[in-house]
């Protein structure tokens, strides 16, 4: 089993930046791809960003969703076992727990990606707030 831990949730303006971080322990050969979604309350869990890579580390492919195109950046330092999220000009409609997820798939197809109900293992999740 893998276990997924957040970090670098908190308060921030509007326009201002945060980096949240998931960290990935345990049996790291089980899974191949690593997400984002976020659930702001009231609301279902949506897909942010994920990023799946091949079998051997060699290659990896970043997918993102259209509200946060050219604002975050979804980033893996495989050597560290840790996935990024770089939030910048954060609005206050990106409120929410954010929530890391791992599955091993063998197909990597955005319509698969960004059903939560792909994902196998979940964080406990980190909090962000975006108000003035």
């Known amino acids: 089993q893998v276990q997924l831990v957040e970090s670098g949730g908190g308060l921030v303006q509007p326009g201002g930046s945060l980096r949240l971080s998931c960290a990935a322990s345990?049996?790291?050969?089980?899974?191949?791809?690593m997400g984002w979604f976020r659930q702001a309350p009231g609301k279902e869990r949506e897909f942010v960003a994920a990023?799946?890579?091949?079998?051997?580390?060699?290659?990896?492919?970043?997918y993102s969703t259209d509200s946060v195109e050219g604002r975050f950046t979804i980033s893996r330092d495989a050597a560290k076992n840790t996935m990024y999220l770089q939030m910048n000009s954060l609005e206050p409609e990106d409120t929410g727990t954010y929530y890391c997820?791992?599955?091993?798939?063998?197909?990597?197809?955005?319509?698969?990606?960004?059903?939560?109900?792909?994902?196998?293992?979940w964080g406990q999740g980190t909090q962000v707030t975006v108000s003035s």
């Open positions: 997820s791992g599955v091993w798939s063998a197909v990597h197809l955005r319509p698969i990606l960004i059903k939560s109900t792909t994902w196998r293992v």
């Open positions: 990023v799946t890579w091949s079998d051997d580390n060699a290659d990896s492919t970043y």
């Open positions: 345990g049996r790291l050969s089980t899974i191949n791809a």
